[in-house]
T-cell receptor, first 116, second 116 residues
Protein backbone atom coordinates (compact mmCIF):
# COMPACT_ATOMS: atom_id res chain seq x y z
CA UNK A 1 0.00 0.00 0.00
CA UNK A 2 0.87 3.66 -0.12
CA UNK A 3 3.20 5.13 2.50
CA UNK A 4 3.40 8.89 3.06
CA UNK A 5 6.17 10.41 5.14
CA UNK A 6 5.88 14.03 6.27
CA UNK A 7 8.61 16.27 7.67
CA UNK A 8 9.20 18.09 9.87
CA UNK A 9 6.78 17.16 12.63
CA UNK A 10 7.14 20.63 14.14
CA UNK A 11 8.16 23.86 12.43
CA UNK A 12 8.65 27.15 14.22
CA UNK A 13 9.15 30.37 12.24
CA UNK A 14 9.04 34.11 12.76
CA UNK A 15 6.22 36.10 11.25
CA UNK A 16 7.14 37.08 7.70
CA UNK A 17 9.44 34.12 7.14
CA UNK A 18 8.71 31.31 4.69
CA UNK A 19 7.76 27.80 5.76
CA UNK A 20 8.26 24.59 3.80
CA UNK A 21 6.74 21.22 4.62
CA UNK A 22 7.81 18.15 2.69
CA UNK A 23 6.14 14.83 1.98
CA UNK A 24 7.31 11.73 0.20
CA UNK A 25 5.15 8.94 -1.13
CA UNK A 26 5.85 5.40 -2.22
CA UNK A 27 3.19 4.52 -4.78
CA UNK A 28 4.14 5.77 -8.23
CA UNK A 29 0.50 5.43 -9.29
CA UNK A 30 -0.59 8.16 -6.87
CA UNK A 31 -1.91 11.08 -8.86
CA UNK A 32 -3.66 13.43 -6.46
CA UNK A 33 -2.00 15.27 -3.60
CA UNK A 34 -4.12 17.46 -1.31
CA UNK A 35 -2.98 19.52 1.66
CA UNK A 36 -5.16 20.15 4.70
CA UNK A 37 -4.88 22.73 7.45
CA UNK A 38 -6.26 22.00 10.89
CA UNK A 39 -6.37 24.82 13.40
CA UNK A 40 -6.53 23.95 17.07
CA UNK A 41 -9.92 22.50 17.94
CA UNK A 42 -11.21 22.77 14.41
CA UNK A 43 -11.77 20.49 11.45
CA UNK A 44 -9.18 19.84 8.74
CA UNK A 45 -9.74 22.06 5.71
CA UNK A 46 -8.49 21.52 2.18
CA UNK A 47 -6.22 24.45 1.34
CA UNK A 48 -4.58 23.42 -1.91
CA UNK A 49 -4.15 20.34 -4.05
CA UNK A 50 -2.14 19.26 -7.05
CA UNK A 51 -2.55 16.56 -9.66
CA UNK A 52 0.26 14.56 -11.18
CA UNK A 53 0.06 16.31 -14.54
CA UNK A 54 1.19 19.58 -12.94
CA UNK A 55 4.50 20.43 -11.33
CA UNK A 56 3.50 23.49 -9.35
CA UNK A 57 0.38 25.28 -8.21
CA UNK A 58 0.02 28.60 -6.40
CA UNK A 59 -2.76 30.27 -4.50
CA UNK A 60 -1.75 33.64 -3.05
CA UNK A 61 0.78 32.92 -0.28
CA UNK A 62 0.69 29.16 -0.57
CA UNK A 63 2.14 26.94 -3.25
CA UNK A 64 2.64 23.25 -3.75
CA UNK A 65 5.34 21.61 -5.86
CA UNK A 66 5.44 18.04 -7.07
CA UNK A 67 8.40 15.99 -8.23
CA UNK A 68 7.00 12.77 -9.65
CA UNK A 69 10.40 11.28 -10.37
CA UNK A 70 11.55 11.67 -6.79
CA UNK A 71 8.05 11.03 -5.45
CA UNK A 72 7.93 14.01 -3.21
CA UNK A 73 5.77 17.10 -2.91
CA UNK A 74 6.05 20.18 -0.76
CA UNK A 75 3.90 22.94 0.67
CA UNK A 76 5.39 26.43 0.64
CA UNK A 77 3.95 29.28 2.68
CA UNK A 78 5.45 32.72 2.14
CA UNK A 79 5.16 35.78 4.38
CA UNK A 80 3.82 33.68 7.22
CA UNK A 81 1.33 35.19 9.64
CA UNK A 82 0.27 34.09 13.14
CA UNK A 83 -3.03 32.83 11.72
CA UNK A 84 -1.07 30.34 9.65
CA UNK A 85 -0.30 28.50 12.90
CA UNK A 86 -1.95 25.09 12.60
CA UNK A 87 -1.29 21.44 11.86
CA UNK A 88 -0.81 20.74 8.17
CA UNK A 89 -1.46 17.32 6.66
CA UNK A 90 -0.37 16.09 3.28
CA UNK A 91 -2.02 13.18 1.52
CA UNK A 92 -1.55 11.07 -1.57
CA UNK A 93 -4.15 9.03 -3.41
CA UNK A 94 -4.39 6.95 -6.51
CA UNK A 95 -7.31 5.80 -8.60
CA UNK A 96 -8.58 2.66 -7.03
CA UNK A 97 -11.67 0.56 -7.13
CA UNK A 98 -12.65 0.52 -3.50
CA UNK A 99 -16.28 1.18 -4.13
CA UNK A 100 -15.28 3.83 -6.64
CA UNK A 101 -13.75 6.00 -3.97
CA UNK A 102 -10.21 7.33 -3.90
CA UNK A 103 -8.85 6.75 -0.45
CA UNK A 104 -5.94 9.00 0.42
CA UNK A 105 -3.06 8.09 2.67
CA UNK A 106 -2.31 10.93 5.08
CA UNK A 107 0.99 12.06 6.48
CA UNK A 108 1.37 12.40 10.24
CA UNK A 109 1.06 16.15 10.17
CA UNK A 110 3.33 19.15 10.76
CA UNK A 111 2.63 21.56 13.57
CA UNK A 112 3.50 25.03 12.25
CA UNK A 113 4.00 27.76 14.81
CA UNK A 114 4.35 31.34 13.59
CA UNK A 115 5.72 33.69 16.23
CA UNK A 116 4.62 37.34 16.04
CA UNK B 1 -20.77 25.24 8.90
CA UNK B 2 -19.06 23.65 5.96
CA UNK B 3 -21.83 21.55 4.49
CA UNK B 4 -20.86 18.57 6.65
CA UNK B 5 -22.54 18.61 10.05
CA UNK B 6 -21.63 16.28 12.90
CA UNK B 7 -23.49 15.74 16.15
CA UNK B 8 -22.85 15.69 18.98
CA UNK B 9 -19.72 17.85 19.21
CA UNK B 10 -18.72 16.30 22.51
CA UNK B 11 -19.65 12.95 24.04
CA UNK B 12 -18.67 11.32 27.30
CA UNK B 13 -19.74 7.72 27.67
CA UNK B 14 -19.15 4.82 29.96
CA UNK B 15 -17.75 1.55 28.71
CA UNK B 16 -21.14 -0.16 28.94
CA UNK B 17 -23.09 2.54 27.13
CA UNK B 18 -24.42 2.52 23.60
CA UNK B 19 -24.36 5.75 21.63
CA UNK B 20 -24.39 6.90 18.03
CA UNK B 21 -22.56 9.64 16.17
CA UNK B 22 -24.36 11.35 13.33
CA UNK B 23 -23.05 13.00 10.19
CA UNK B 24 -25.02 14.81 7.50
CA UNK B 25 -23.72 16.37 4.29
CA UNK B 26 -25.52 18.90 2.13
CA UNK B 27 -23.00 19.02 -0.71
CA UNK B 28 -24.43 16.37 -3.00
CA UNK B 29 -21.31 14.24 -2.58
CA UNK B 30 -21.36 10.55 -3.34
CA UNK B 31 -18.91 9.28 -0.73
CA UNK B 32 -18.78 9.58 3.05
CA UNK B 33 -16.11 8.53 5.51
CA UNK B 34 -15.40 8.04 9.19
CA UNK B 35 -11.93 8.86 10.43
CA UNK B 36 -10.42 8.56 13.89
CA UNK B 37 -7.94 11.23 14.96
CA UNK B 38 -5.82 10.53 18.01
CA UNK B 39 -3.02 12.65 19.38
CA UNK B 40 0.33 12.15 17.63
CA UNK B 41 -1.11 9.63 15.16
CA UNK B 42 -2.05 9.92 11.51
CA UNK B 43 -5.66 10.15 10.53
CA UNK B 44 -7.03 6.62 10.64
CA UNK B 45 -9.64 5.62 8.09
CA UNK B 46 -12.40 3.58 9.68
CA UNK B 47 -15.15 3.24 7.10
CA UNK B 48 -16.05 4.38 3.61
CA UNK B 49 -19.43 4.46 1.95
CA UNK B 50 -19.12 5.21 -1.72
CA UNK B 51 -21.79 4.78 -4.36
CA UNK B 52 -23.68 2.75 -1.74
CA UNK B 53 -20.84 0.29 -1.24
CA UNK B 54 -19.14 -0.03 2.11
CA UNK B 55 -15.43 -0.42 2.59
CA UNK B 56 -13.89 -0.86 5.99
CA UNK B 57 -10.51 -0.90 7.59
CA UNK B 58 -10.15 -4.46 8.84
CA UNK B 59 -8.35 -3.29 11.94
CA UNK B 60 -11.40 -1.43 13.26
CA UNK B 61 -12.93 -3.31 16.21
CA UNK B 62 -16.47 -4.61 15.92
CA UNK B 63 -17.57 -2.31 18.74
CA UNK B 64 -17.76 0.35 16.02
CA UNK B 65 -20.60 -0.18 13.57
CA UNK B 66 -21.38 2.19 10.68
CA UNK B 67 -24.69 2.82 9.02
CA UNK B 68 -25.37 4.79 5.86
CA UNK B 69 -29.11 4.93 5.14
CA UNK B 70 -28.65 7.27 2.15
CA UNK B 71 -25.95 9.30 0.46
CA UNK B 72 -26.45 12.26 2.79
CA UNK B 73 -26.43 10.60 6.19
CA UNK B 74 -23.86 8.54 8.02
CA UNK B 75 -23.91 7.11 11.51
CA UNK B 76 -21.33 5.47 13.71
CA UNK B 77 -22.85 3.23 16.37
CA UNK B 78 -20.74 2.71 19.46
CA UNK B 79 -21.05 -0.01 22.09
CA UNK B 80 -18.86 -1.36 24.87
CA UNK B 81 -16.04 1.03 24.01
CA UNK B 82 -12.67 1.11 25.73
CA UNK B 83 -10.80 4.13 27.13
CA UNK B 84 -8.32 3.91 24.24
CA UNK B 85 -11.20 4.68 21.89
CA UNK B 86 -11.23 8.23 23.22
CA UNK B 87 -10.41 10.44 20.24
CA UNK B 88 -11.80 12.94 17.76
CA UNK B 89 -14.07 11.21 15.26
CA UNK B 90 -14.26 13.02 11.96
CA UNK B 91 -16.78 12.56 9.22
CA UNK B 92 -15.87 13.60 5.69
CA UNK B 93 -17.49 13.60 2.29
CA UNK B 94 -16.19 13.84 -1.26
CA UNK B 95 -17.30 13.67 -4.84
CA UNK B 96 -15.34 10.86 -6.37
CA UNK B 97 -15.20 8.81 -9.48
CA UNK B 98 -16.32 11.53 -11.86
CA UNK B 99 -14.30 11.31 -15.08
CA UNK B 100 -11.78 9.20 -13.21
CA UNK B 101 -10.73 12.13 -11.04
CA UNK B 102 -10.47 12.21 -7.29
CA UNK B 103 -11.11 15.23 -5.17
CA UNK B 104 -10.39 16.42 -1.69
CA UNK B 105 -12.49 15.92 1.38
CA UNK B 106 -14.84 18.24 3.18
CA UNK B 107 -14.60 17.40 6.85
CA UNK B 108 -17.12 17.92 9.58
CA UNK B 109 -16.13 19.54 12.85
CA UNK B 110 -15.83 16.19 14.57
CA UNK B 111 -17.14 14.58 17.73
CA UNK B 112 -14.75 14.64 20.67
CA UNK B 113 -15.38 11.28 22.37
CA UNK B 114 -14.24 10.48 25.87
CA UNK B 115 -14.73 6.95 27.19
CA UNK B 116 -14.65 6.68 30.96
Amino acid sequence: GENVEQHPSTLSVQEGDSAVIKCTYSDSASNYFPWYKQELGKRPQLIIDIRSNVGEKKDQRIAVTLNKTAKHFSLHITETQPEDSAVYFCAASRPQTLGGSYIPTFGRGTSLIVHP
Amino acid sequence: ETGVTQTPRHLVMGMTNKKSLKCEQHLGHNAMYWYKQSAKKPLELMFVYSLEERVENNSVPSRFSPECPNSSHLFLHLHTLQPEDSALYLCASSQDGIKGLNYGYTFGSGTRLTVV
